[in-house]
């Protein structure tokens, strides 16, 4: 049989921001269940992000209900966040007292689903989107619904492509964002001691030289949801190449400068985004596979 590749669609054409954008990626541990306490410790992770210069502050996947699908599936009402949930009144105040945005993980319930979510907290305190998880992992599938769309974020001129999780370990994923003009892919997470330390430290590099974006990486750290997690949030560079980078056990906010002389640099010596919309459709190798009786 002969197949034809379909010719890739070109990266959408963004002007290289003009200035650094500082971000940042905030760990701590979460309290099972309890939304007030951990919107508490997100509000001060924010202002402790912001005393450090950071515009924009990355926090772990459903930190506000630590990641407990467990309760969550129990007790959707008070462990997931809702559509004008008062509880969010701290965070929402600290990211418009400090002109920061903030992209915060937790379960959001609405219409009787419940969603893997994070929360987009503009600069004026305002809720200014979500994006839902798109590739649930296997314990997942039970209790949330798939998202069905990708989600990209402009803050002063820099392109953000977000990203949960396991949508990292999918090129795929981070690909879209990059063709939709992204510079930087943010994702909340969490990865477990062992084998989720191995993924996050071969994921995100690759996902940032295949695509020459930065990634972002915020992780929990403690136990959560029967997970002993690792922590080391961090930030890569668009040629792959690790920034910054916070220890495995204690609360910590790790701040990087994205910049747009390396960006730049990163595309003119790694050319596969660009040479990407050069592909021409051609044929498949043949392979013929013949069996008979011996």
Not at 21 to 49: F, K, M, P, S, Y
Not at 163 to 177: K, N, T, V, W
Request: charged share 20%.
């Amino acid at each position: 049989m002969t197949a034809r590749i379909a010719p890739a669609a070109p990266p959408r054409s963004y002007p290289v921001p003009s200035g650094r954008l500082r971000v940042a990626a905030a760990q701590a541990r979460a309290v099972a269940g309890d939304v007030v306490a951990n919107t508490a410790t997100a509000a001060a992770l924010v202002r402790e992000a912001a005393g450090a210069g950071a515009r924009v502050v990355v926090l772990p996947e459903k930190f506000l209900s630590g990641y407990e699908p467990g309760l969550v599936r129990a007790e959707p009402l008070r462990c997931a966040v809702q559509p004008g949930d008062p509880r969010l009144a701290p965070l929402t105040d600290a990211c418009r007292e400090t002109g920061t945005v903030a992209v915060v993980g937790a379960a959001f319930h609405e219409a009787g689903e419940v969603y893997v979510s994070a929360l987009v907290v503009g600069a004026d305190g305002e809720l200014v989107t979500r994006y839902d998880k798109q590739h649930l992992f296997s314990s997942e599938r039970e209790v949330y619904r798939p998202g069905t769309a990708g989600c990209t974020l402009e803050v002063d001129g820099w392109r953000l492509g977000l990203g949960i999780c396991y949508d990292s370990g999918f090129p795929e994923h981070a690909r879209a964002a990059a063709l939709d003009g992204c510079h930087a892919y943010l994702v909340g997470a969490l990865f477990s001691v062992g084998n989720g330390h191995h993924e996050s430290r071969t994921w995100f590099p690759a996902r940032a030289l295949d695509n020459t974006v930065y990634t972002v990486l915020a992780n929990h750290i403690g136990t959560t949801g029967g997970w002993n997690t690792c922590g080391g949030s961090a930030v890569w560079g668009p040629d792959g190449r690790l920034l910054t980078e916070a220890g495995p056990d204690r609360p910590e906010v790790v701040t990087a400068d994205l910049d747009p002389a390396a960006l730049t640099a990163a595309r003119t010596a790694e050319t596969m985004l660009s040479d990407l919309g050069r592909v021409v459709a051609g044929e498949r190798a043949r392979f013929v596979l013949r069996a008979g009786r011996s």
